[in-house]
Every structure is written in C-alpha cells, then in structure tokens.
T-cell receptor, first 113, second 109 residues
Framework: SQTIHQWPATLVQPVGSPLSLECTVE??????LYWYRQAAGRGLQLLFY??????ISSEVPQNLSASRPQDRQFILSSKKLLLSDSGFYLC????????????FGPGTRLLVL | RKEVEQDPGPFNVPEGATVAFNCTYS??????FFWYRQDCRKEPKLLMS???SGNEDGRFTAQLNRASQYISLLIRDSKLSDSATYLC??????????FGPGTRLSVLP
C-alpha cells in the first residue's frame, strides 16, 4: 500500500531564516505530487505541483520554491521566511489518471516568528 | 465566482440529526468529484468519491447533478465523531484538484 511521509511535523522559525520541508511517497511510481498551504481557519491553497522529476508548476508567485530531485521526493524551500509563511503545509500525491483522488501526508505546522 | 463553493457553515446539529451539505462548481469540464473530511489540525482524508448515479456508504450519501453543477453530501444519524470540516473537491483529468473552502460541522450531545 502507498504511504506518504512529511517532516518535520512542527517547526518554529525566525523571520528571514531558510526553510526546507520534505515529502516522500512509498509504494507507487511516478506519482503526481502537490504542495498546499492552509492558513489558520482557511481553505487549502495549492502552491506547487509536479508530474515528474524536475517538472514543477507554480500556482502562486511567492518566496517559496519546490524541487523534485527523485521520483518520490518533493521538497519545499524558502531562502528567507516571512511572517505570512506561517501555516499548515500539506504534501499530497495522486496517480494522475482520471477518476483518481489525492492522498495527503500528515502535514508540517510552521510558525514564523 | 469561485471555482468551488460550499455552504458557509458552521452547522451545529444534535446527535442523531440528518445534515446535508451543498457544493457547486463552475468548471463544466470537471470529471471527478469527492468529499473529504478534515479534523482539527489534521490532514484532509478522503470520505467518499461521488459517482454520477449517486452513491451511499453507510450513513453517508453523495449525489451529483452535472446539469446543475451541484454536489451534495447527506449524513444520517449524526454521531459526535462526525464533527469535522467537510471539503468538496472537484478534479479535471486527475491532475487539477480544486478544493472548496469547507463547511464545519459540530455534532452536539
């Protein structure tokens, strides 16, 4: 069966510091991968998605970037965090075929102070 | 107009009540439809897919009306454990997933 891991689970970072969040998927090959952010009490905002190694599409211009160095690894980064980057970061995967849904990792809760 | 809209909520209902959530979507090319539930401070989890003919899973019934671009979720005999935020999700070609803002449900003892 497929599983998706994210780490760290929680993170407290000062403004201006760098960020690296990691997501890995097990039990499937060539998944579509997604990064979402959810601000407190708000809906899900799609940040990036990837259909393959090195292929990244950005949905929202911001100070974040994403990379996919391996088939089942997706990394979210920032060189300098802003206060507004605080939120719940969720990684998800899907098979990319019609009728298939998305499955989410446990998320990383980021607080920027 | 937002791509996916849901009842604003919150819904506060007593145990045993029947509650219905509504969702509308704007992209007529959408192919796949889902309901997720999200518990407080947790990731969204798939509750059920929504099929054209409508489908039922225990106390949960989902309906799809493509002509009206409308999806519904009915929960019968509400339990305390049903308290969560319910997210309507619409997909095109298995890649572009659009989430509604969610409707929060509180089932009260």
């Amino acid at each position: 069966s497929q599983t998706i891991h994210q780490w760290p689970a929680t993170l407290v970072q000062p403004v201006g510091s760098p960020l690296s969040l990691e997501c890995t998927v097990e039990g499937t090959s060539n998944p579509n991968l997604y990064w979402y952010r959810q601000a407190a009490g708000r809906g899900l905002q799609l940040l990036f998605y990837s259909v393959g190694i090195g292929q990244i599409s950005s949905e929202v211009p911001q100070n974040l970037s994403a990379s996919r160095p391996q088939d089942r690894q997706f990394i979210l980064s920032s060189k300098k965090l802003l206060l507004s980057d605080s939120g719940f970061y969720l990684c998800a995967w899907s098979l990319g075929t019609a009728w298939e849904t998305q499955y989410f990792g446990p998320g990383t809760r980021l607080l920027v102070l | 107009r937002k791509e996916v809209e849901q009842d604003p909520g919150p819904f506060n209902v007593p145990e045993g009540a029947t509650v219905a959530f509504n969702c509308t979507y704007s992209n007529s090319a959408s192919q796949s439809f889902f309901w997720y539930r999200q518990d407080c401070r947790k990731e969204p989890k798939l509750l059920m897919s929504v099929y054209s003919s409508g489908n039922e899973d225990g106390r949960f019934t989902a309906q799809l009306n493509r002509a009206s671009q409308y999806i519904s979720l009915l929960i019968r005999d509400s339990k305390l454990s049903d308290s969560a935020t319910y997210l309507c999700v619409v997909s095109s070609y298995g890649q572009n997933f659009v989430f509604g803002p969610g409707t929060r449900l509180s089932v009260l003892p």
